[in-house]
């Protein structure tokens, strides 16, 4: 069995703790770029953000149940 470069932490963890994060930074500009005046590009960077955290998403998991070697 090979040690984890993560440590104890899975790769499927950091995975999901990045997607979680990139959502969150996208929900913020969002709001930011909605709310205060001037700031529009903002808000369709924080959109951009979310397509991208959401096409990751679908690549990394896309495949579902156990991978057999």
Do not use: D
Request: glycine content about 10%; aromatic content about 10%.
């Amino acid at each position: 069995m090979k040690a984890s470069p993560f440590g104890t932490v899975s790769r499927k963890a950091v995975t999901m703790a990045l997607l979680l994060f990139l959502i969150l930074v996208a929900v913020v500009l969002g709001l930011i770029g909605a709310v205060v005046e001037g700031l529009l590009y903002l808000l369709v960077i924080g959109a951009v953000v979310f397509l991208c955290a959401l096409a990751y998403a679908a690549l990394r998991f896309r495949r579902g149940g156990r991978r057999y070697r």
